[in-house]
C-alpha cells in the first residue's frame, strides 16, 4: 500500500469539456458496417437492416459524434454510388481493403442510423481519387436546403429537408504510403485549402478538421504538420491525430504499454506546439482546436490479414482485436489524459464501434456484447460532464525509459456546476500495490454525497469478454469511500480505473 494525494481547486480550471470528446468512428471495413451495425436479416434489424441491439449498445456507450465512412476507405470512395435506388447501386472494388464495397449503406442510411442512436455525423470529403470539386458537390447534396440539381437530387431521394452535417474531414492519413493517392505536404496542404475554401463558400457554418501525420512516429510527424498549416491555417478549424497503442515484442511490459499515455499527451503537445508556431510566423491570434479522430488499442489483429486478399470478399473480417482488462486501464488512462487537454483537444474518436478494433463486438445472426474497453469510455462518457479542473497529483510512481519518472495515477476531474456534481477519474497503475489516496475537492461545497463510485478491476490482466463470457471484465461497486468536507478518502486496488461522482449537499 501506498499514498497519494489527488488535490483540485473550483478556480483552477482546464477548460469546458467539449462532449465531442467522446466520439467513435465507422469506416467501410471489414464488419464494422456490413454485418456489424447493418445486418438486415438479424431478429433485432430495423427496417433499414440496422441491428436493434448494436444500436442499443452505443447508446450505453454514450458516443456522442461518429466519424464516417472511413479512413482509408474514404480516399477511395464516390458519395453518389451510396445514394438512390439501393437497387441501382453499384459494386466496386475497395483499393483500402481489398474487399468489395456493395454500397448498400450509403449517405441517408447512415444518418438515418445517426438518428437512431442520437449521435452526430462527422463525415469526410475523399482528397485521394477525387478532390475538391467532389467535395463541394457532396456538401451541396448534403446541406443546401433546394433549389439546386444536386440539394433537389438528394430532396428526390426522400430528404426534404438539408442533412446538417457539420463536422467535415479533409481526407483521412494523407503523408501514409498505404494511402490510395497518397500526397506530399505541399500537394495535401494546397487542396485541403482549396477544398476548405470552396466547401465553406457552399456552408459557411461547417466546421473542418485537415489531416495531420497518420502517427506521431511517422517520419513525416512535424513536418508534414508545419507545411500544411502553412497553406491552409487559416482556412481549416481543426487538425487531426491519430494514434494505435501497441506493444513492441521488445518490451511487453505493462508499465511501458500504460506509458503511451504520456507519450500520447507529449503528440498533443508537440502538435499544439507546431499550429502555435505557425500561428505566430502568420501573425495570427488564432488558436487551431485538435481533432483526435482515431485512437485505440491495436496490434495483436494488425499485421497480414488486411493486406490483399483473393477473391475481394465482402464485408471480411478484418482488424478484429479482442481487447483485454490490460487494454482497458490504458484506454481509461487516455481518457484522463484527453480530458486534462481539453483546452485545445476538441473531438476524439474511439476506433472503431463495431466488430474492427471496437469495443462492441457482434455474431451474424447472434449476440453483440461490450469487449472490456467499452467500460471506461462509457463510465466517462456517462459522468464527464462540464468544466475540468486543473488536477494536481502527488504520487509515488516508476521509472520508464522514455519518460523517466510516471506517477502511478493518472487523475482528471470535471466539474458539473449546473447539477453540483463532481465527476473524478482515476487509474492506480502500480500492479502490485493498492493506493490509498485522498482527494481534496476545494471550493466545490463542503458537505459532499455519492452518487456513484465503480471500479473496473481484474486479477488477470488478459483476461477477455468474449460472446459466452460478455462479462467477465465489467465494473464493480468501489466500497470504502470516507467524505469529510471537501475531503473524499478511498483504497484503489493495483491495475484499476475507477470513478468516483459526488455531490455538494444544498443546504
Ligand atoms: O482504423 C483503421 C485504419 O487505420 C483507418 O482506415 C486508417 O485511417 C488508419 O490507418
Known amino acids: 500500500m501506498f499514498e497519494a494525494q489527488l488535490i483540485v481547486d473550483r478556480d483552477f480550471s482546464v477548460a469546458p469539456l467539449d462532449r465531442r470528446l467522446f466520439g467513435v468512428f ?3 471495413l471489414g464488419r464494422c458496417v456490413y454485418n456489424g451495425i447493418h445486418e438486415p436479416g438479424h431478429p433485432t434489424a430495423d427496417e433499414h437492416g440496422f441491428r436493434g441491439d448494436v444500436a442499443e449498445l452505443t447508446r450505453e456507450l454514450g458516443a456522442t459524434i461518429v466519424r464516417y465512412p472511413g479512413g482509408n476507405f474514404m480516399s477511395g470512395y464516390n458519395w453518389e454510388d451510396g445514394v438512390g435506388p439501393k437497387d441501382q447501386r453499384p ?8 474487399s468489395t464495397e456493395t454500397n448498400q449503406v450509403g449517405t441517408h442510411e447512415f444518418m438515418a442510423w445517426c438518428r437512431k442512436v442520437g449521435i452526430e455525423p462527422m463525415f469526410g470529403v475523399n482528397l485521394g481519387t477525387r478532390g475538391p470539386d467532389e467535395a463541394r458537390h457532396y456538401l451541396e447534396y448534403c446541406n443546401h436546403p433546394g433549389g439546386t440539381a444536386l440539394s433537389d437530387l438528394r430532396r428526390s431521394h426522400g430528404a426534404e429537408e438539408p442533412l446538417g452535417i457539420k463536422f467535415w474531414c479533409l481526407g483521412n492519413e494523407m503523408d501514409g504510403p498505404w494511402q490510395i493517392c497518397q500526397k506530399s505536404p505541399e500537394e495535401y496542404g494546397r487542396i485541403a485549402k482549396e477544398t476548405a475554401k470552396l466547401m465553406r463558400w457552399v456552408d459557411p457554418s461547417i466546421e473542418l478538421a485537415a489531416c495531420g501525420s497518420s502517427a506521431y512516429d511517422m517520419p513525416s510527424y512535424g513536418a508534414w504538420e508545419d507545411r500544411v498549416l ?13 494514434s494505435y497503442f501497441v506493444k513492441p515484442p521488445a518490451d511487453t511490459s505493462t508499465e511501458s504499454f500504460l506509458a503511451q499515455i504520456e507519450t500520447n499527451a507529449r503528440y498533443i503537445e508537440d502538435t499544439v506546439a507546431i499550429a502555435d508556431s505557425v500561428a505566430t510566423r502568420k501573425r495570427s491570434t488564432k488558436r487551431l482546436k485538435l481533432s483526435f479522430d482515431e485512437w485505440n488499442v491495436w496490434y495483436r489483429a494488425r499485421h497480414g490479414e488486411h493486406l490483399k486478399q483473393a477473391g475481394w470478399p465482402e464485408a471480411p473480417p478484418l482488424l478484429e482485436e479482442v481487447y483485454t482488462a490490460e487494454d482497458a486501464l490504458l484506454i481509461g488512462g487516455m481518457l484522463t489524459m484527453f480530458m486534462n487537454h481539453a483546452d485545445r483537444l476538441k473531438v476524439a474518436c474511439m476506433a472503431q464501434l463495431c466488430n474492427v478494433i471496437a469495443p462492441i463486438m457482434t455474431e451474424p445472426g447472434g449476440a453483440a456484447w461490450r469487449q472490456t474497453i467499452f467500460h471506461p469510455f462509457a463510465q466517462a462518457a456517462r459522468w464527464a460532464h462540464g468544466e475540468v479542473l486543473r488536477a494536481v497529483v502527488k504520487s509515488p510512481g516508476y521509472a520508464n525509459t522514455r519518460h523517466g519518472e510516471l506517477p502511478y495515477l493518472c487523475a482528471s476531474v470535471v466539474d458539473d456546476a449546473a447539477r453540483g456534481q463532481t465527476a473524478v477519474f482515476l487509474l492506480n497503475r502500480s500492479l502490485t500495490d ?8 476545494r471550493g466545490l461545497g463542503l458537505a459532499r454525497e455519492l452518487v456513484k463510485a465503480e471500479q473496473l478491476h481484474s ?28 475531503q473524499l478518502r478511498v483504497k484503489l486496488r493495483p491495475a484499476s480505473w475507477n470513478v468516483i461522482v459526488t455531490k455538494a449537499v444544498r443546504a
Open 26 to 28: 465507422v469506416e467501410h
Open 91 to 98: 459494386r466496386r472494388l475497395d483499393l483500402a481493403w481489398f
Open 230 to 242: 502553412e497553406h491552409c491555417f487559416e482556412f481549416v478549424d481543426y487538425l487531426s491525430l491519430h
Open 434 to 441: 493498492e493506493m490509498d489516496l485522498s482527494i481534496t475537492l
Open 459 to 486: 486479477t488477470d490482466l488478459d483476461a477477455t469478454n468474449t460472446a459466452d463470457a460478455p462479462e467477465r471484465v465489467a465494473p464493480q461497486a468501489l466500497d470504502g469511500i470516507a467524505i469529510e468536507g471537501e
